[in-house]
């Protein structure tokens, strides 16, 4: 008889783990406590207008690429419509003077090279980062669990390429910016890449993927592209089960047989495996019975994505004055806007007029998102009066400093959506609303987390909450690898399909 798995969670890990465990003759069921699948992968439609919640790129969407072969196997590359953009993000300066992050690295190096020709060394050095970073592929197939010493020997090939990665692991954004001389670019690229804390690896590999058109936008958004994934998995013979939360994992004798719901029924499987919040399933699923001082001290301690206020409008034109790009268009604000008791000097806006699936025709969908503090909300939440008004606040705030900036857009907003951390907290339980889990960081490149729980058996946690730096690709990778480790545990070769 074929062996069991449940699934906690049908976000896209546990639709991976889902396909993935279905291609293997595993006998799968997934327990999703929304409605759809999905998770933080997702979009929601608001008076004709969908508002996408997380496909700003996929790694993978190249032929060729080592993320490709999931999507592949997942069933979205046979279904997708890809656009590559020309442009990373425009930054415009307190004088107006807009400054554009372009993805082809030679386009790129000459608009700097135009800027600022006694810098040209050290754009060299930026540029070539970034055709380097363009030409790299990882051995994604095979979890650290399982490599042998052939696999060894396809890594100390890669050496040379890890030694660079390293380097530039270990060199800030802000500290690189530093070695220019002409002042503007040096101030402008500081802020135009974002945070000037994080490591220059994460830019380079970024641009990297954008130059090599590796990581593009799939039409119609995360919904769209979700959609895919649960067809595949239920056309390969896979049970979903919505509106069922999980509220324990049954344990005996230190091995997990089984799942208890919020509505009392249980279910038992051969193997458990939780693609949900990382939290939720070791502190409260399992009752914190199974952690050591490392997982302790990660959850005492969280390096977390920050939770965001996200906006979302629908505006009755395409505001083609707003130029397509991935992280959108940044532009300084005469008056601040505070949230959360944090004045943001700037504000960030996407316009999704490249994907006409998302709003009728001749109309676009904006979007501004806000980094923010989880625990404001959380307090806030509590009065919803008070969250109610605040939410609308800050969306009429929004809508003014656009309409200063592109003068008449507010008179063109028909839709008007606001989510804050609780939104994701309400819909997908993940922890303090993080919506990638653990954040990425030097610290977390030369470590691994482990899929296993010290002390307990028959039980693998999966997604981005044992992958820092999570991503929809990752959740490929880790839904893929988890089930690679079943197979191998259960004796039996690995075998992956293609729709
Ligand atoms: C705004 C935003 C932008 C993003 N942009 C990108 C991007 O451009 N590129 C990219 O690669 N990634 C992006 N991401 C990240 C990416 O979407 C996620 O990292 C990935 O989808 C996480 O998938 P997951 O299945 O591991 O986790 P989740 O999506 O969190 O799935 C967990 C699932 O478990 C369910 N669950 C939780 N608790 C229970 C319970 N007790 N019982 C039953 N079910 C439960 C939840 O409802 C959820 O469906 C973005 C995310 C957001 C929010």
């Known amino acids: 008889m074929d062996k069991s798995i449940i699934i906690i969670g049908g976000g896209l890990t546990g639709l991976a783990l889902g396909c993935y465990g279905r291609m293997n003759g595993y006998k799968t069921s997934i327990f999703e406590m929304h409605k759809i699948a999905g998770g933080v992968c997702t979009g929601w439609k608001r008076k004709g207008y969908t508002i996408d919640g997380?496909?700003?790129?996929?790694?993978g969407t190249k032929p060729g690429t080592s993320f490709y072969k999931f999507w592949d196997e997942l069933g979205a590359a046979q279904k997708w419509k890809i656009y590559d953009h020309d442009r990373y993000s425009t930054f415009e300066d307190n004088n107006g003077k807009a400054f554009t992050i372009y993805c082809d690295a030679d386009q790129?190096?000459?608009?700097?090279?135009?800027?600022?020709p006694e810098d040209k060394d050290v754009i060299r050095e930026l540029t070539q980062g970034i055709r380097t970073f363009s030409r790299m592929e990882m051995p994604?197939?095979?979890?650290?669990?399982?490599?042998n010493l052939i696999d060894k020997i396809k890594v100390v090939k890669m050496i040379p390429m890890l030694m660079l990665m390293r380097k530039w692991v270990k060199i800030s954004v802000g500290d690189f910016c530093k070695r220019f001389k002409n002042s503007y670019l040096r101030q402008t690229l500081t802020s135009a890449f974002g945070d000037d804390s994080w490591p220059m690896f994460m830019?380079?590999?970024?641009?990297?993927?954008?130059?090599?058109?590796?990581?593009?936008?799939?039409?119609?958004?995360?919904?769209?592209?979700?959609?895919?994934?649960?067809?595949?998995?239920?056309?390969?013979?896979?049970?979903?089960h919505f509106e069922k939360r999980v509220e324990k994992i049954l344990v005996e004798n230190d091995k997990a047989v089984g799942i208890k719901l919020a509505d009392g029924s249980e279910y038992r499987a051969d193997w458990i495996v939780s693609a949900a919040d990382g939290r939720t399933t070791i502190?409260?699923?399992?009752?914190?019975?199974?952690?050591?001082?490392?997982?302790?001290?990660?959850?005492d301690n969280p390096n977390l994505f920050s939770p965001l206020v996200y906006i979302g409008l629908g505006v009755?034109?395409?505001?083609?004055?707003?130029?397509?790009?991935?992280?959108?268009?940044?532009?300084?604000?005469?008056?601040?806007?505070?949230?959360a008791g944090k004045e943001h000097d700037r504000l960030g806006v996407l316009n999704y007029h490249y994907d006409p699936t998302l709003a009728p025709e001749g109309k676009t969908v904006i979007k501004v998102q806000f980094e923010t503090d989880y625990d404001y909300w959380e307090n806030i939440y509590k009065e919803p009066e008070k969250y109610k008004a605040e939410k609308e606040r800050i969306a009429d705030d929004v809508i003014a400093a656009l309409n200063k900036r592109f003068p008449g857009l507010a008179s063109k907003v028909e839709m008007r959506d606001i989510a804050t951390p609780m939104t994701?907290?309400?819909?997908?339980?993940?922890w303090r609303g993080s919506y990638e889990g653990w954040?990425?960081?030097?610290?977390?490149?030369?470590?691994?987390?482990?899929?296993?729980?010290?002390?307990?058996?028959?039980?693998?946690?999966?997604?981005?909450?044992?992958?820092?730096?999570?991503?929809?690709?990752?959740?490929?990778?880790?839904?893929?690898?988890?089930i690679q480790v079943i197979c191998h545990k259960d004796k039996k070769p690995f075998v992956t399909t293609t729709p």
């Open 439 to 482: 954040m990425f960081s030097a610290e977390s490149f030369t470590s691994s987390m482990r899929k296993t729980l010290p002390g307990l058996d028959n039980f693998y946690m999966a997604g981005q909450w044992v992958n820092p730096g999570g991503g929809m690709p990752t959740a490929a990778m880790s839904g893929h690898n988890t």
């Open 283 to 299: 502190f409260d699923m399992l009752e914190g019975k199974y952690i050591d001082d490392i997982i302790k001290d990660r959850y």
């Open 140 to 147: 994604m197939d095979k979890p650290a669990e399982l490599t």
């Open 203 to 240: 830019i380079l590999w970024l641009l990297g993927l954008q130059h090599n058109k590796a990581a593009g936008y799939v039409v119609g958004g995360a919904l769209e592209f979700v959609r895919s994934l649960e067809e595949r998995y239920r056309a390969l013979g896979g049970e979903i």
């Open 54 to 59: 997380a496909m700003n790129w996929l790694v």
């Open 108 to 116: 790129f190096e000459q608009y700097l090279l135009d800027i600022s």
């Open 424 to 430: 994701w907290v309400r819909y997908t339980g993940n």
């Open 316 to 339: 009755k034109s395409s505001v083609d004055e707003i130029p397509s790009s991935i992280a959108g268009l940044s532009f300084p604000l005469e008056t601040p806007i505070t949230i």
